[in-house]
């Protein structure tokens, strides 16, 4: 599922105030962060990442490697910090326009 324009910013908006749970640092994107990111996107629907400049990929790959891997959709990347969104199955508790 494809998030429109609109989603998006809805996304960024209740993203502002959330603070970094998941950081991509120089280990990169392994099994265990991916796992610790499907974690905390079924605890929370919405995440905040850190990428770290120590990161082996670039801010804005990393962000979308993660978020394949995790099933998630990207929401936004700015600066080094990425949105990732993912719905819960049953009673989403973020309901997008």
């Not at 910013?9 to 994107?29: D, E, S």
């Not at 120590?54 to 600066?79: F, I, N, W, Y």
């Amino acid at each position: 599922m494809a998030l429109t324009g609109k989603q998006r910013r809805f996304l960024r908006a209740l993203g502002h105030a959330l603070k970094p749970v998941v950081t991509v640092g120089a280990g990169g994107i392994d099994d265990g962060l991916v796992a610790e990111t499907e974690k905390a996107l079924l605890a929370h629907e919405l995440v905040k990442v850190k990428i770290l400049a120590s990161a082996p990929l670039d801010r804005k790959e990393s962000a979308a490697v993660l978020a394949g891997r995790a099933g998630a959709e990207l929401a936004q990347v700015l600066g080094r910090t990425a949105l990732l969104y993912k719905a819960r199955e049953k009673s989403p508790a973020i309901k997008l326009p």
